[in-house]
């Protein structure tokens, strides 16, 4: 009996990495799918799915992705193609350039 086998794709987009808090990164991220920053993040930050900085998170520098949504704080510049989600705790120092842009 013969089995074929589909070759599989990755799936990115349901993957999430994360820094948590406590975590200090110097550099630079590139990443096919989702991030969450609870931490600390010195640099840029690229991704092609959503980017969410929590309410500990710290990112001095660039983001560039998707979507964001932002409760901590970002000094940078920012470039989001569709939504940009801020939350009431979100601190924002820098460029923003958005598709769409809530604030709470």
Do not use: H, Y
């Not at 630079?28 to 991704?47: Q, T, V, Y």
């Not at 601190?91 to 923003?96: A, F, R």
């Amino acid at each position: 009996m013969r089995k074929d086998r589909a070759a599989k794709a990755p799936e990115t987009g349901n993957k999430q990495n994360r820094i948590s808090e406590g975590t200090s990164i110097t550099g630079e991220i590139k990443s096919e799918g989702d991030f969450r920053i609870d931490g600390s993040l010195e640099g840029k930050i690229k991704s092609t799915g959503k980017v969410v900085i929590g309410k500990s998170g710290v990112l001095k520098g660039t983001l560039i992705c998707k979507e964001a949504d932002l409760e901590g704080t970002v000094d940078g510049t920012i470039t989001i193609d569709g939504l940009l989600n801020l939350r009431a705790s979100a601190v924002v120092k820098g460029e923003v350039a958005t598709g769409k842009l809530s604030v709470e």
